[in-house]
């Protein structure tokens, strides 16, 4: 009996608990269908206010338009960018809301785009919103553009239907022989925190309606300072050591000509070399070429591939020099030789910390690059030139067009 | 809610159980024909009479008087379950052809050309004799009855397996006669150690139930505990094998299966050489096995007929389905409603568009669709077998195309209910098939209530539940939990298989005698 009132009671228990269950009622549930889920924001500066613009998805008819298309820009569209100002990032966002009857759901954000102007004011502000919300990923991307983010959204991004998931592609390099290098909101952040304070960011414009990456941008601290073209932007991160890839590009004898040479499996080493009080870098770059593009009539012969060799090492180690000299007339190391240091002696860091944007646009910086050609490719050379109207063999070939 | 009316809501509730017990009576059978236990007389017409009373109204009781020489003959059997001619070659001829006077029983069963007789005495025995189909002659002045057996029981040939089919192996079935799947399993293991204890349970329906065993390699307290816990079945009918597994399972309130229950005479045979016993019910194609673990509802017998790498590809991908029947609609609930930034974006987005329009939460549409997919697996087995493929044409049409179109749920709850499906159905015994088809209703409810963090919850429920039982002294889990690194052998045959030539030992959790595989 005794048993029984011990199961009685603990039946009743767990029906109460299952009961209790079901009070939570779906308590902190959320339907897809109740969020406006945010795939790109724009951060711009609007008079003394930010404006931030949201590329959301339109809310469809139903289930019969889940398979349709649209074009972005074009009535058919599926998404939209929507904007509000505010004197904050935090503030526009809540200005935001007023507008959207849904709720905004950034944790899907892929790219974030800052205008110029609010750029070169200092994006703390906004990093601050960023990294305080609970829905923003580290992953998201991070760029900047030379005019408005607000353009940036509405262009067309090659053939994608959604801009921002478009320029997420633009600016993730899926190519491998492509310069660009991910910058996402983590990778940003570990470069501003870095000794060299100089984070960078991928930079795209607006062409004819068309979003272009147009290089990196170089920040001091939190603030926009330079905007690097692309062929300095492919040095720099040549120089950082983040691609494997170089294209180089050399004049022909023939006028309006050129040809060019991609460096690939290269392998940079970053040395500091310290004497005394004073520091200066040896900066090691090897590497194999392979032509894309030669000039006419030129030929893979042993003495050729030699000569082409050395023009090549010689346009790389210039076109190095010309971005070292670029960012020590500006005091900025956004090649990350102040890191460099740092990792090789904290202690010296720690004392010339202070002075080192100075001391950085006067270090000496030794570049030794030694690149050799090796493969032609799947030719050797342009199918006309090997023409003879006897049909001998090719010239390429030893012994060939000799009657 | 105050403890002054829990405590009230617990006095009720004690009130309505002690009066709900007061209703319940014990079941009494007054039947003369089971109590009252007599000799045979000597004299026939009191057998006669003791016939005709006890047999009254039973059509098919024949009763057939012999006169031969000086001796008075009675032949009785029933009609529906005995071989004609073996009753006329071996009783009815010999009987009528007989001149010299009977007198002694050893006398009459020489008279009889048939392979087995028995000498019953008492009418008890005699009548349960007639009932299970033999035939039974009494002669004048004998005190006593020949009980031959010529039974030929109407029933179906050895078929194929329909429940557990197989590609490869033995594709022979356990059908309802008992005779025949025993012999089924005497087939395989051709050794006087194969021991089979046969026993009647069922106060009227006097079912056979076989106990059978390997002597020598079983743990012998697993044949006494059977055998004790067989005595507790106690019903009046038993038509299934299922009857007695309710009675001699551990867990009785569980929802998995602690019993074993397989059609396949190879899954019976290779089962007892691991030092397990099985129990065979008459009328039921359907044996059982004990002791079991929850992994051996996820061997299916095909693993061993095909390479064991193939085979353990197979298992694994096994496992994980039977997990995913379980979890897989929870987790999409869960993931839609609760959380949305673990999905990957482009496929929030698909999902985002393909949901606008629907009126009904996640948690809502896909229970919708399970149980529409229930109610037509159900609709599709009770069917005859001509309509039941209409209604799966119909079901196709209405889970694929028309639930979407109509708008009531999003095309990719269609996809998760139709791969649960699929996962569902490769489970290999149906019994555990069956839980998992109602437990992922309540985890279905716990992802709609709490998410991610209610599956947890209910998974760790689970897998307490699972770990606290056992099933005849082997812990349900075994030998995954616990895990004992002694007998680290047995995990070749959980997620693996392996080959035959490793196969040293029997599954140490049996804890068999014999443990070497010779």
Known sequence: MRMNKVVTRRAFCLILAAVGLFLAACGDKTEITDLTIVTGLGIDQDGKNVRVTVQVRKAGEGAQSAGGTGQQGESGSQYINLAASGKTVEEAVQNLRKIIPRRLYFAHNTVVVFGRQFAKNGIDSALDFLLRSREFRRTQLFCVTSGTARDVLDANVGAEQVTALGLQRLLLPEDIEFFVVKITEILFLNELLSPSHVPVMTWIDVKRGQAILQGVALFRGDKLAELLPTQLAQSLFLLRGETETYTVELPCKQPGQKSMFRVRFIQRELKPVRKGEDVSFYVRIRGTAEPIEMCGGNFLKPETIREMGKDVNDELQRQLRKTVVFLQRRKLDGAMFGSAVYRSDPQWWRAHSKEWPQMFARVSVRIDTQVEVTRPGMTTTTPESNYTPELFPPKSVPGGNQP | ?518
């Open chain 2, 1 to 518: 809610m105050d403890s002054l009316s829990v405590q009230g809501g617990i006095a009720l509730w004690r009130k309505w159980r002690s009066k709900r017990k007061a209703g319940l009576q014990p079941k009494v059978w007054n039947i003369p024909a089971d109590q009252q236990d007599r000799e045979v007389s000597p004299d026939l017409e009191e057998t006669l009479s003791h016939l005709s009373k006890t047999w009254e109204r039973c059509h098919d009781l024949q009763i057939r008087c012999v006169n031969a020489g000086d001796n008075r003959l009675v032949i009785v059997w029933l009609g529906s379950m005995v071989d004609k001619q073996l009753l006329q070659e071996g009783i009815v001829e010999p009987l009528t052809r007989v001149d010299e006077r009977i007198v002694s029983q050893a006398q009459l069963e020489t008279l009889l050309q048939v392979g087995s007789l028995q000498w019953k005495t008492r009418w008890l025995d005699i009548d349960a004799c007639l009932s299970a189909g033999q035939s039974v002659v009494f002669a004048e002045g004998i005190a006593g009855a020949v009980v031959v057996d010529l039974v030929k029981m109407p029933g179906r040939q050895v078929e194929r397996p329909v429940v557990e089919s197989a590609v490869m192996g033995p594709q022979e079935a356990f059908i309802e006669d008992i005779e025949q799947n025993i012999g089924l399993i005497r087939k395989r293991i051709k050794s006087p150690r194969l021991k089979v204890e046969v026993e009647n349970r069922g106060t009227v329906t006097h079912t056979r139930i076989a106990l059978i065993y390997v002597e020598g390699i079983i743990k012998p307290s697993i044949v006494a505990e059977l055998k004790q816990r067989l005595e507790n079945v106690k019903l009046d009918g038993i038509l299934e094998s299922n009857y007695v597994a309710e009675f001699i399972c551990d867990a009785p309130r569980t929802i998995f299966p602690t019993v074993q229950i397989t059609e396949r005479p190879d899954v019976i045979a290779s089962s007892l050489l691991q030092g397990r016993a099985a129990l065979i019910v008459e009328g039921s194609p359907m044996s059982l096995l004990v002791p079991t673990t929850l992994f051996s509802f996820l061997q299916s017998s095909e693993d061993y007929y095909e390479n064991y790498l193939v085979a353990t590809f197979i298992r694994l991908l096994r496992h994980i389905l039977f997990w995913s029947s379980l979890l897989l609609p929870a987790l999409y609930v869960a993931l839609l409603s609760f959380h949305q930034e673990m999905v990957p974006s482009r496929l929030l987005f698909a999902i985002a568009a393909s949901h606008e329009g629907i009126p009904f939460p996640t948690v809502v549409e896909v229970l919708i669709m399970e149980i529409i997919f229930e109610s037509l697996r159900e609709a599709g087995l009770r069917l005859p077998r001509s309509i039941g493929q209409s209604v799966s044409i119909v079901g196709a049409l209405v889970i694929g195309d028309a639930a979407v179109s109509a708008g009531l749920v999003s095309p990719l709850v269609v996809m998760v209910v139709s791969l649960t499906g699929i996962a569902s159905f490769s489970v290999p015994y149906y019994h555990l098939g069956l839980a998992s088809r109602v437990l992922r209703f309540s985890f279905i409810v716990g992802a709609g209530l709490f998410g991610l963090y209610g599956i947890i919850l209910m998974v760790l429920m689970l897998l307490i539940h699972l770990a606290s039982m056992r099933s005849f002294g082997v812990p349900y889990l075994a030998p995954i939990t616990p895990f004992v690194w002694s007998q680290v052998e047995d995990q070749k045959d959980v997620f693996f298989r392996a080959p035959f030539r490793q196969d040293k030992t029997r599954p140490q959790l049996y804890e068999s005698v014999d443990k070497k595989i010779p």
